[in-house]
């Protein structure tokens, strides 16, 4: 009896030690030099009232490797800009990307980002706006948790991880 219970307690102290690396990797995206994180009060409470679903940092597993990677709206002060990077788990650390840059701060009032689910969105071009080039989809099937970017008062763009390509694309959807 005492047998077993060292060996069930060795078998759990072998699972932990195996997720330990990611788990010392989880929350500890670098953020680049020179950059900060959007502090909700730099940008102006009404739009957050106008829809609460719109954040400045996000959390999700947007790879499907098992570890949450983060998305966050980030301002340079000392440029006087601002941008929309992700942090993506790559096993022992984590990819920097920047999916869109804002070269004026006054956008930040009108600029939110937050986990897109998986489904089907309908894409600005299949909707109302315009017609779809050759080889745009009227429609767009996100298979995993993705990143919804929007602009008050324009489309929004989803970000999507593709794997063969180690990196996000980007769609125009409706929201």
């Known amino acids: 009896m005492h ?4 060996e069930r307690l060795l078998k759990r102290l072998k699972r932990f030690l195996a997720v330990l690396p ?17 502090e909700r009060t730099e ?7 106008e829809d609460p679903r719109r954040f400045t940092k996000i959390s999700e597993d947007f790879n499907a ?8 709206v980030l301002v340079n002060k000392s440029k006087g800009a601002a941008a929309v990077y992700a942090f993506v788990s790559q096993g022992h650390g984590y990819k920097t990307c920047i999916l869109d840059t804002l070269e004026e701060t006054w956008w930040l009032d009108a600029v939110g980002i937050r986990v897109a689910a998986p489904g089907t969105y309908d894409t600005t071009c299949g909707r109302l ?9 009227g429609q767009f099937t996100l ?3 993705g990143i919804l970017y929007s602009k008050e008062g324009r489309e929004s763009c989803l970000f999507y991880w593709s794997e063969e390509q180690k990196r996000f694309k980007r ?4 929201d």
């Open 65 to 72: 490797d098992g570890i949450r990677d983060e998305a966050m």
């Open 171 to 174: 769609i125009w959807v409706m």
């Open 43 to 49: 940008s102006p409470a009404v739009f957050f009232k």
């Open 129 to 137: 706006y315009f017609d779809c080039d050759s080889g745009e989809p």
């Open 3 to 6: 047998l077993h219970r060292k």
């Open 143 to 145: 298979k995993l948790p």
């Open 22 to 38: 990611a788990v010392l990797c989880l929350g500890a995206a670098p953020v680049p030099e020179g950059w900060q994180a959007l």
